[in-house]
């Protein structure tokens, strides 16, 4: 039975189209949607149950693509591809918005001291790095090492660059309290971006040295390659630096308009709520619009690869996972 959503089911492929940006936000706007945080265990069992009997074609008689689309979606939001156990909660792509936005709208809270600073940006990057490693690909042993050094580059760069932006905003006579007071508060978004680089950088440094693996258009290995390394790594730098813009700036903006309306001057008990409503309206928005800047398959042409690349294939164009 045909539904005009939902198009013949294909496994482990996604029911938009990933050529263009509408796609992926479509399908990333899936991949982060929280109402699967609320999947049974008996539901999830279904759902690995009927994509096996698909891939087996022992399917039931009436099943619809639209049973298989949501049942493929249930077990990729919960089981991690490569090690077919269960991710946790807090660190799942559609656990990263609402476990996130608490952490969010604590650090843009208004006159922070430096332990607030040091115990958010340390509580955001220690949240960061267990979403990166719940969502490894862990297809291939990597060393514990590299993430810890990872996490601990960015707690390092993110503390240091909130507080060396804060002491230099205090001792900037030259600004009126108030207005030092507006400009700290946008001193979280330099922090979050910047260690957020590093230690995607940081983690991922040994793909520099021993490459990554390129294939053909029907997903074929034809090599491994730096070149399509440092591209990956370039798009995922990219991609880390501007997710923190909206989710950071948006709020920050959004309440120094609010804080000037008679509504909230009359009732300041409201300034939290509607700061963690921003935050969480930004964040479900971001998340899904950064990851979605560059195809999860990148291409590259094979004329810029490395010469033993070149000589194996005929192909114009070749394509990379240049992860999340």
């Not at 991922?204 to 390659?225: A, C, F, W, Y």
Request: with cysteine.
């Amino acid at each position: 039975m045909a539904d005009s959503n939902y198009p013949p089911f294909v496994l482990g492929k996604s029911r938009f189209d990933q050529s263009t940006f509408l796609g992926r936000f479509r399908h990333f706007l899936d991949v982060t949607d929280p109402r699967t945080l609320f999947v049974s265990n008996a539901q999830l069992q279904d759902a690995i149950k009927l994509l096996d009997d698909y891939k087996n074609g022992q399917l039931p008689d009436g099943v619809t693509n639209e049973q298989l689309w949501k049942a493929q979606k249930i077990k990729q939001a919960i089981i991690h591809p490569d090690t077919n156990e269960k991710i946790l909660m807090p660190f799942r792509m559609s656990g990263f918005v609402p476990f996130g936005t608490p952490i969010v709208t604590g650090l843009l809270l208004p006159n922070q001291t430096i332990k607030t600073i040091i115990f958010w940006q340390w509580l955001n990057q220690s949240h960061n790095a267990g979403v990166n490693y719940a969502n490894r690909n862990a297809s291939k042993p990597t060393p514990t090492s590299e993430f810890i050094g990872g996490y601990t580059a960015a707690v390092t760069s993110a503390v240091g660059i909130a507080l060396g932006l804060t002491s230099v905003i205090k001792k900037a006579d030259r600004f009126s309290p108030a207005t030092r007071m507006a400009i700290q508060r946008f001193v979280p978004f330099p922090a979050v971006a910047s260690a957020s680089v590093c230690n995607v950088l940081f983690m991922r440094r040994s793909e520099l040295s021993r490459g990554i693996e390129v294939v053909d258009k029907d997903g074929n290995p034809v090599g491994t390659s730096k070149v399509a390394a440092k591209k990956a790594l370039f798009e995922m730098a990219c991609t880390r630096a501007f997710l923190p813009a909206p989710i950071l700036l948006i709020p920050t903006i959004a309440m120094q308009f609010m804080e000037k309306t008679k509504f909230l001057k009359a009732n300041p008990r409201f300034h939290l709520p509607l700061n963690a409503i921003f935050c969480t309206f930004s964040f479900g928005l971001a998340l899904p619009l950064a990851i979605s800047l560059f195809p999860q398959m990148s291409s590259i042409e094979t004329k810029d690869l490395e010469e033993n690349i070149r000589n194996q294939v005929k192909d114009k164009i070749l394509y990379y996972n240049k992860g999340l």
